[in-house]
């Protein structure tokens, strides 16, 4: 269905048209990428904070001035960070990038200075009127399910989730514990793409989560231009990378937008064109994810592409799975182990220390129904010693009540889903994260001709 209004589109290196303004500008656009490559570098280099202040200032500026007073705040930030970051490339592109921005806009380096207006002053914009999503004179493509046939069968809705340390419902309603440390990609198709990285909880231990999320919208006929969104523990943005909440100039561009439900907590993506929702959430000092989509765009691989090289279709691999009975079993029985199941760490000083019956007190008093859901949060407890995580589960769950289109299939137990499954048939697993950052790199400098 979605096949027959696609736009064949053509790959090359885009051709700057209005002055070399945009070029240096689009330095800005690979920071995230560098962030991903360089992780380690990137837990103490704030590169990027300065990157969203700077793209945040200048949104909606007018006179040249305002955006050299802009640049040299942005500047400023630049230098500040230079103890921290002098080894980090995005570091050295932004200082080039800086560089060429001064001379296109004539900019002195001697002038005012303003901080950038940060997400907390910003005042949120008056709410849309209703139905605005759905202008009357957009494009019928840009509505998923106005775009299908007259007398088609309704689409068929699916969910992903992803939270905790780290858990996954897969849109088969498999549900799968995770090692997963690293970068890994959730979701990867034709109209877009989802990376998450996910970090140790505490020092010496194999207990994981995600600490940052990366989507990629991709164009989409005359709908939306190529958008990012990036978000990482402390920065749940309520824009765009480039510091917009829609899809752009294109006649349908309301048809993708970002909403901000609770400041620094809670986002959500409308992606209207495609009949996707996305959820965002920082709990405590991680992110969960959640999404609703139809089949068929889950299932819209690019040509050549492998669908196994996703977790939200096929799960995570059997050698990144965890024993979740056997070890909940033990630690019933007073036998848990001290870090996660088969890792052999040891959990250095949790903040909590929780006992398996004080863990599953915890969770009771959030989760109500003993699914697992609830079990995930009594793990996460005994692995992690973070009490946000019993927090991460019962979001994860709220998000499966609004987002999934079965109410019968809110509650999983052990007996009606995967826990282990099959093995993925695909002999390139083992190179997930270096296939994900390579996607990311060819999504960012390869833009789609319309």
Known sequence: MLERREVRSCAGWMVMGKGAATSALDVCKIFALFIYMFPTASLQCRILKCNSEFWASTSSLGPEEEFCTALRAYHACVRRTARTCRGDLAYHSAQHGIEDLMGQHN?????????????????????????????????????????????????NYTHCGFFGDPHLRTFGDDFHTCIVEGAWPLIHNKYLSVQVTNTPVLPGSSATATSKLTIIFKNFQECVDQKTYHAETNELPAAFADGSRNGGERHGGAALRVLEKVPGQHVEIQARYIGTTMVVR????????????????????????????????????LSQRIDFRTFRQRAAGG??????????????????TFTYQSAVAKCKERLLVEDLYFQSCVFDLLTSGDVSFSLAAYYAFEDVKMLHSNKDKYHLFEKAVGLGGAPSRSPHLRLLPLLSALALLWLQWIPVCL
């Open 107 to 155: 900019c002195s380096r001697e002038g005012p200075t303003t901080q950038p207006r940060t997400r907390s002053r910003t005042p949120p914009p008056p709410p849309p009127p209703p139905d605005s999503q759905e202008r009357s004179d957009a494009p019928e493509v840009c509505h998923y399910e106005r775009g299908l046939p007259r007398n088609a069968a309704p689409p």
């Open 282 to 317: 920082q709990v405590g000092r991680y992110l969960t994810f959640a999404v609703r989509m139809p089949e068929e765009v889950a299932r819209a691989a690019e040509d050549g592409d492998n669908h196994d090289l996703y977790l939200c279709l096929h799960g995570c691999p």
């Open 335 to 352: 036998r848990a182990p001290a870090g996660r199941p088969g890792s052999g760490d040891q959990l250095g000083s949790p903040p909590h």
